[in-house]
C-alpha cells in the first residue's frame, strides 16, 4: 500500500532527461599553401566545390620522369579530395603549344631534316661541322653554369669523337660504303651542332606557321598516351594557348586598359612597379625574395626574348613580356600591336579565367614554377580582375632527382616516362610517389623503387592469404563466428588505424605515414592469422575481408588500383574483360585437392617418383601459368594467382638461394676435408722428429730429437724448454692416436 501511494505521489513516470555525447573534435584538411608557407585549413569558396587548374607540359620533346612527379602528385590529391573527402572537384589542365623553346626546337628540326635530306657530301660536312664547332665554342666559354658547361662538353667530344673518323676514311680513301657509315655517324652526334648553326643562318626564313604546330601536337599526343599508362585521370578542361589566341589578346588588353601594362615596339609589358605600388596589390607574393633575380627573369621570358634590344624595350628589368611582337622565322598572330605572339605566363591567365572566372580554389605546378611563373600569373590575372585572390591556395610538388643528382630537359639529363615503365609498373611509380610527401623532393633512385616494389608484394601476399581464407568451403551461418579476444583486438586495431589513417590525410595529405600504417595494419593482421592456424583454428573471415576490404578501397582511392575486384590487385593486368580469378579458381581448386591425395598415396607407399612430379608441377609447371602452390604441413595447400614474371623471378631467386646454400655446403665440406688431412699430416710426424725441420730455430738437439740451442748456440731458457715440452707431449699423444688408427685400419 505504501508502495503504491509513493508510486501514485510521484505522478506519471515519464522518460529521463537524455543528453548527447560530447563526442569527439573533428580534424579538417589542411594543405600547404605556397602563398603562406603553412599549412592552411582547407575550405572551399563555394561548398564543396573545388575549381582546379594545373600547369601542363611545354610539349617540345618527350615527357619525363618530373613531369610524372607532378602530375602523378597532383592525381593523388586529385583523387583524394574527390574520393575521400567527397570534394566535387572541376580540374583543369594547359597546355603550352606556343613557347620560345617550341618555336626553336621546332625550327631547328626542320632545317635539319632538311639539311640532311640535301644529303652534303662528306667534305661538305667536315667544313659544316668545323664552322658550327666555331659557333658552339663561343657558347661554351659564354655558358657559366657548370652542369650546362658539362653537358654543352660532353656534344663537343661526342662530335670530336665522330669528326675525325670521317675525316680520316676520307683523306684515305676509303671504301664509299665505310665512309657513309662513318658520315651518318658524325651527322647524328653533330645534330646539336648544326641545328643551332643553320637556325642562326636560316632560322628566319622558316615563315610557315604549320612547321611550328606539327612538333606540338605530336609531343601532346605522346604526353596524352604516358598519363594513360601512369593512370592518371585526364582534366575535365584542357585548354591549348594556340587555341585561345583571341581570348588572351583580349586579355592584355583589358589589363592594358587598366593601366597594369605598356605597349614598346609592337610588344606589352606588365609594368611591375606600377602594379606594385597600388594599395590593393602586390608583386611577388609567392617568393618575394626572388624580385630582381634577373637570371630567373631572363629564364621566365624564353631564350628568343632576351636580347638586348628585347630587354631595351622595358621600363624595368622586372617587367615581363605580355606579348611579343614576332621576329622573322617566329608563328604570329594578328592584335591591336600589330604581329604577335603571347608570352608564357599570360596564357595560363587567360585561359584559367576564361574557363574558372576571376577566383579559383586550387592553382598547382611544380617547385620551379613559383618565381616567375606562377608570381607573374597572380600579378597578371589580379590587374586584369582588379581582385587580389585570384588563387586561394597555391599548392607545389617538390623537385626529382636521379639518384641524388638534379634532373633537367636542357641539361639532356633525364629519364623518359616510358623508359621508366620497361623497368618498373605504373602502379610501382605511384606506389613511390606515395611513400613520400608531395610536396617534398623525390629521389628516383633502384632503393626508392625496391621499397616500392617490395611493399607492394608485401600488400599482394596479405591479399592473396585473405582471399584463400574465404575461399575455404562454409554455410551461410558458417561465415558467422564467434568473436574472442584476437578478434576483439585485430578489430580495435582496425578501427584505431582507420583514425590514424584519417588524421594523416588530414594533415597535408600525409600519404607517406598512411602507407605506413597500412603496413602496420597488415602485420597485426598477419599476426593474427599465423595464431590462429599455429592452433589449427580457422581466421575469423568478416574481419578479415572487412580489413582487406578496406585496404583495397584505399589503394583504389590513390590511384593504385584500378579494378573493380573487392579484394586485392586485380589478376593479369587491368586491361583484362574477365574475371580471370573467379573463372580459373575453381579448376585450380579442384587440381590442388587431387594433387593433394596423390601426394599423400605416394608418401603412405614412398613412391618418390610421384612427390617429384608433384613437386615439378608446384615448382615448374604452375609458375610459367601465374600460379602458386603454397603446402604447408598438416594444412591445406593454399592457392593463389600472381603476375607471371614475378613467379618466375621468385623461382630464380630460389634456385640462387639453393645454389648458394649447395656452394657454402661444398665449401665447408671442403675445409673440412682439408683441416681433417692436415691434422691427419700432423699426427703422423714422430715426437723426435718435429722441431728438428726448423733449423732457423734450433742448432742442437739431445737425442729424443729435442732441441737444446738456439741457432747462435746459446742453450735455450728454462721457460722455452717449458713451452717446448708441452708442444713435445701434445704431439706424443696425436702420434699414439695416429699409430692406433694405423693398428684398426682407420688412418688413410
Given amino acids: 500500500m505504501a508502495a503504491a501511494a509513493a508510486e501514485q505521489g510521484k505522478g506519471k513516470r515519464v522518460q529521463p532527461p537524455w543528453s548527447p555525447p560530447e563526442g569527439t573534435k573533428h580534424s579538417r584538411l589542411c594543405l600547404y599553401n605556397s602563398l603562406t608557407r603553412n599549412k592552411e585549413i582547407f575550405q572551399p569558396q563555394n561548398g564543396k566545390k573545388v575549381l582546379w587548374y594545373c600547369c601542363g607540359p611545354t610539349v617540345y620533346d618527350a615527357s619525363h620522369m618530373g613531369h610524372a612527379r607532378s602530375y602523378i602528385s597532383f592525381d593523388i590529391l586529385r583523387r583524394i579530395l574527390r574520393d575521400y573527402f567527397k570534394y ?41 661541322v668545323k664552322t658550327a664547332s666555331e659557333l658552339f665554342s663561343v657558347k661554351l666559354n659564354e655558358t657559366t653554369d657548370p652542369d650546362k658547361k658539362q653537358m654543352l662538353e660532353r656534344i663537343q667530344n661526342a662530335v670530336k669523337s665522330a669528326f675525325d673518323p670521317l675525316q680520316e676514311a676520307v683523306q684515305a680513301k676509303l671504301p664509299a660504303e665505310e665512309i657513309n657509315r662513318c658520315h651518318e655517324i658524325l ?63 583580349d586579355f592584355v588588353k583589358k589589363i592594358v586598359d587598366n593601366g597594369y601594362g605598356y605597349v614598346s615596339n609592337g610588344s606589352v609589358y606588365f609594368d611591375t612597379m606600377k602594379f606594385d605600388s597600388s594599395e590593393k ?43 611579343k611582337s614576332s621576329k622573322p622565322g617566329e608563328p604570329s598572330w594578328d592584335s591591336p600591336w600589330g604581329k604577335g605572339r603571347p608570352g608564357w605566363h599570360i596564357e595560363c591567365s587567360a585561359m584559367a579565367g576564361s574557363i574558372l572566372g576571376e577566383s579559383m580554389d586550387i592553382h598547382g605546378g611544380g617547385f620551379d614554377l613559383r618565381f616567375p611563373h606562377h608570381d607573374n600569373e597572380l600579378a597578371q590575372s589580379e590587374a586584369y580582375f582588379e581582385n587580389d585572390h585570384w588563387v586561394r591556395y597555391f599548392l607545389h610538388t617538390g623537385h626529382l632527382t636521379i639518384a641524388g643528382c638534379k634532373m633537367s630537359k636542357s641539361l639532356k639529363n633525364f629519364i623518359t616516362i616510358k623508359d621508366a615503365l620497361k623497368k618498373h609498373t605504373a602502379r610501382q611509380l605511384r606506389l613511390a610517389f606515395l611513400m613520400h610527401s608531395w610536396k617534398d623532393t623525390l629521389d628516383y633512385s633502384n632503393n ?85 592456424k599455429s592452433s589449427r583454428q580457422m581466421p575469423n573471415r568478416l574481419l578479415l575481408e572487412n580489413i582487406s576490404s578496406y585496404l583495397t578501397q584505399m589503394l583504389k582511392i590513390f590511384g593504385a588500383i584500378e579494378s573493380d575486384d573487392a579484394i586485392g590487385f586485380p589478376v593479369g593486368g587491368n586491361s583484362q574483360n574477365i574475371n580471370i580469378e573467379s573463372t580459373v579458381m575453381p579448376y585450380l581448386q579442384v587440381l590442388s585437392e587431387f594433387r593433394e591425395g596423390v601426394r599423400q598415396i605416394a608418401r603412405e607407399r614412398k613412391v618418390t617418383e610421384v612427390l617429384q612430379l608433384s613437386d615439378a608441377l608446384r615448382d615448374d609447371i604452375l609458375p610459367e601459368l601465374g600460379v602458386r602452390f603454397e603446402d604447408h604441413e598438416g594444412l591445406p595447400t593454399v592457392v593463389k594467382l600472381v603476375d607471371k614474371d614475378t613467379l618466375l623471378k621468385e623461382r630464380e631467386e630460389k634456385k640462387k638461394v639453393e645454389e ?27 715426437p723426435h722428429e718435429m722441431f728438428k725441420s726448423e733449423h732457423d730455430k734450433y742448432s742442437m738437439f739431445d737425442e729424443n730429437g729435442f732441441p737444446t740451442h738456439d741457432t747462435e748456440g746459446k742453450e735455450l731458457s728454462k721457460g722455452q724448454i717449458k713451452k717446448l715440452k708441452k708442444l713435445y707431449e701434445t704431439q706424443e699423444k696425436l702420434y699414439k692416436e695416429y699409430l692406433q688408427m694405423v693398428q684398426n685400419g682407420s688412418a688413410n
Fill in 187 to 249: 651527322l647524328e652526334e653533330a645534330k646539336d651542332l648544326l641545328s643551332d648553326w643553320l637556325d642562326t643562318k636560316f632560322g628566319s626564313q622558316v615563315t610557315d606557321n604549320s612547321i611550328f604546330s606539327k612538333l606540338p601536337k605530336f609531343w601532346e599526343g605522346e604526353f596524352h598516351k604516358d598519363m594513360e599508362a601512369l593512370n592518371v585521370l585526364p582534366p575535365d578542361v584542357l585548354t591549348r594557348v594556340s587555341e585561345y589566341v583571341p581570348e588572351i589578346v
Fill in 660 to 686: 648458394e646454400k649447395k656452394k657454402k655446403k661444398e665449401e665447408a665440406a671442403r675445409k673440412k676435408q682439408e683441416q681433417e688431412a692436415a691434422k691427419l699430416a700432423k699426427m703422423k710426424i714422430p
Fill in 448 to 532: 626508392t623503387m625496391e621499397s616500392a616494389i617490395q611493399y607492394e608484394k608485401f600488400m599482394n601476399e596479405f591479399f592473396l592469404n585473405v582471399k584463400d581464407i574465404l575461399r575455404a568451403p562454409t554455410d551461410v551461418t558458417g561465415q558467422f563466428q564467434k568473436w574472442e579476444n584476437q578478434e576483439a583486438e585485430l578489430n580495435k586495431n582496425f578501427y584505431d588505424k582507420k583514425a590514424a589513417i584519417h588524421e594523416a590525410l588530414c594533415d597535408n595529405i600525409d600519404t607517406r605515414s598512411v602507407l605506413e600504417e597500412m603496413r602496420s595494419l597488415v602485420s597485426q593482421s598477419n599476426s593474427y592469422i599465423a595464431a590462429k
Fill in 88 to 128: 566535387d572537384i572541376f580540374y583543369c589542365m594547359n597546355i603550352t603549344d606556343i613557347d620560345d623553346k617550341i618555336i626553336k626546337r621546332a625550327r631547328q628540326n626542320y632545317l635539319f631534316e632538311r639539311y640532311r635530306e640535301n644529303k652534303s657530301a662528306p667534305d661538305q660536312l667536315l667544313e659544316d
Fill in 281 to 323: 596589390h602586390s608583386y611577388a607574393k609567392l617568393v618575394p625574395e626572388a624580385v630582381g633575380d634577373q637570371k630567373a627573369l631572363q629564364e621566365g621570358e624564353g631564350d628568343l626574348s632576351i636580347s638586348a634590344d628585347r630587354l631595351s624595350e622595358k621600363h624595368s628589368p622586372n617587367d615581363f613580356a605580355l606579348w
